[in-house]
């Protein structure tokens, strides 16, 4: 099987920043990127020197996060005087110098990189930017992206899910399904998955299916739903008895924290009832089909399929509850 192989990345940084910092551990997830934060990696005992010599020299990307003082910190400049040194011997490098609050200047020595410029910006907007110019660099080659735009798209039981999981293995994408479901639901890449949302057209008198891409995608079969509230509702939420879609009360979608995303009722086997009486949805253990964890069964009270297909959304772009900074 063809294994995906994690974007290494080092984050170059001042500590009186560290605020600035702290979102990028969420967005930057375990499963796609392997992040060197020096705080983490560099354990009590350890020759200092040595094994940040080696994180830097690991790194496929370099990210200097530039604010008030970045520059004037000898160990970051002892840092990026490592980058540099290493960057021909270690092959190819990328250097993404990203400009936070309390950064005046471009620094001269990192001026001929192009800079992202995130003054200003809230923690996810800022660590989504950081994580697309990631992906911008270096993630899928041109010849990857053109085979992941022609991956099948349509409705689990009709193989869509499974055509994109034989190309992996078969080594003809080097993008795990899982993987493409979670940055494609943090919006660091585009995959041109197309709604698999379908209705009846009066003018054909057969199935229409939606013609826009999905905005939330299903980790376990890689097929999702557009922002439009019924598509999403009809993918991903249910009903929590008595009531129906249209009226306010319990709606419920189904989080998988493992994955960072939401998993569709079909994967579940749920669109049309629950494995369980209705009183015990909330407590039941679903599984994710596609990482086997246990999932998060998640109620939105009084919303009619508008409400919890919103709250979903909102979940799914921040990577997990919103504000809460975890998955």
């Keep these: 099987m063809s294994q995906f192989k994690r974007v290494k990345v080092f984050i170059s940084y001042s500590h009186s920043d560290s605020e600035q910092v ?13 992040v060197f934060f020096d705080r ?9 020197e040595p094994a940040l010599l080696q994180m830097i020299f690991d790194a496929d990307v370099f990210v200097l996060l530039v604010g008030a003082d970045t520059l004037d910190r000898d160990y970051v400049n002892r840092e990026l005087d490592t980058f540099f040194s290493m960057k021909n011997e270690a092959g190819v490098r990328h250097l993404i110098p990203v400009l936070i609050d309390g950064c005046d200047r471009i620094p001269e020595r990192v001026a001929t990189y192009q800079a992202l410029d995130l003054r200003g910006e ?15 660099a270096l993630f899928i080659p041109p010849s990857e992206r053109a085979q ?3 991956m099948p798209v349509g409705d689990p039981k009709e193989g869509a899910g499974d055509a994109m ?29 197309q709604c698999a949302h379908r209705e009846f057209d009066p003018v054909t008198m057969g199935a229409k299916q939606c013609e826009s891409d999905a905005d939330v995608v299903c980790p376990a079969c890689t097929t999702g739903a557009c922002e439009e509230p019924y598509h999403l509702f009809g993918r991903f939420c249910t009903v929590l008895p008595p009531g129906d879609m249209f009226s306010p009360g319990t709606k419920l979608f189904f989080w998988c924290g493992t994955c960072h995303g939401p998993v569709c009722v079909r994967c579940l086997g749920i669109q049309d009832d629950y494995p369980c009486p209705p009183d015990q949805v909330l407590s039941h253990r679903f599984h994710c089909p596609a990482c086997r964890a246990l999932i998060q069964v998640a109620p939105v009270l009084n919303v009619d399929f508008e409400g919890v297909a919103r709250e979903c959304l909102r979940w799914t772009k921040a990577g997990g509850p919103p504000g809460t900074g975890e998955g």
């Design 22 to 34: 702290a979102g990028l551990r969420h967005f930057l997830a375990p499963q796609v990127f392997d």
């Design 40 to 48: 983490d990696r560099l354990h009590p005992g350890w020759q200092w």
């Design 122 to 136: 809230d923690a996810q907007s800022r660590a989504r930017a950081i994580g697309q110019a990631i992906h911008g």
């Design 148 to 150: 992941l735009d022609r």
């Design 165 to 193: 999981q034989k190309a992996w293995e078969a080594g003809e994408i080097s993008l795990s399904p899982q993987a493409l479901s979670q940055m494609a639901n943090l919006g660091i890449v585009k995959a041109n998955i």
